[in-house]
């Protein structure tokens, strides 16, 4: 069975960097398209990124400068690198399989989520 | 860019009532191109429905999806005390950008 786990600091300073990492364990991080999406305090949810499984990636044109999405086959692990961050970037980070169904990219397999705090 | 608007923001039901959750989008689409979430309070979201009417592995009957074009409609019949919770609506554009795009989200609370 396939579960996802997120890890990360869980204060990160303005103007730094924001690092998090998302353990896939059950299947391989090769075989499947992956995706951020972050949840700040009480609000709605918001897409932040994906990576296919060649390793291409597809930002939220609102993060895209300061996004990166990465992926260590031999770790079995996926990546999220925010930059620049301010509190603004606070939220609840979430990792999950991305699926298709026709012209939909759709999340059926989701990680626990990770608070991460934006603060001095 | 798709914008995805939900309403009503708050449904107040009880158990053994019938919730309809709508989702209509800016745009108009493929009539498979949307996606329900249901988020309870601490937990990560969890698939409901994809292609607008097909339940996701595990899901009870009593959900179920519909529409085309730019209105689509959660149904959950028969409430459950485990069913009050937050509904999202999820499309991914199919005009740049192409970007995957959530619904304000409609709570579900128990009268």
């Known amino acids: 069975q396939m579960q996802l786990q997120e890890s990360g600091p869980g204060l990160v300073k303005p103007s730094e960097t924001l690092s998090l990492t998302c353990n896939v364990s059950?299947?391989?991080?090769?075989?499947?398209?992956w995706t951020w999406i972050r949840q700040p305090p009480g609000k709605g949810l918001e897409w932040i990124g994906l990576?296919?499984?060649?390793?291409?990636?597809h930002y939220n044109p609102s993060l895209n400068s300061r996004v990166t999405i990465s992926i260590d086959s031999s770790k079995n692990h996926f990546y999220l690198k925010l930059t620049s961050v301010t509190a603004a970037d606070s939220a609840i980070y979430y990792c999950?399989?991305?699926?298709?169904?026709?012209?939909?990219?759709?999340?059926?397999?989701w990680g626990e989520g990770t608070a991460v705090t934006v603060s001095s | 860019e798709i914008v995805l608007t939900q309403s009503p923001g708050t449904v107040s039901l009880s158990p053994g009532e019938s919730a309809t959750l709508s989702c209509r989008a800016s745009?108009?689409?493929?009539?498979?191109?949307l996606a329900w979430y249901q988020q309870k309070p601490g937990q990560a979201p969890r698939l409901l429905i994809y292609?607008?009417?097909s339940r996701a592995t595990g899901i009870p009957d009593r959900f179920s999806g519909s529409g085309s074009g730019t209105d689509f409609t959660l149904t959950i019949s028969r409430l459950e005390p485990e069913d009050f919770a937050v509904y999202y609506c999820?499309?991914?554009?199919?005009?740049?950008?192409?970007?995957?795009?959530f619904g304000q989200g409609t709570r579900l609370e128990t009268k």
């Open positions: 059950g299947a391989s991080v090769r075989s499947y398209y």
């Open positions: 999950a399989r991305q699926n298709y169904y026709g012209p939909l990219y759709y999340m059926d397999v």
């Open positions: 999820q499309q991914y554009g199919s005009t740049p950008p192409r970007i995957i795009t």
């Open positions: 745009q108009s689409g493929s009539s498979s191109n």
């Open positions: 292609g607008a009417s």
């Open positions: 990576i296919n499984t060649s390793g291409g990636t």
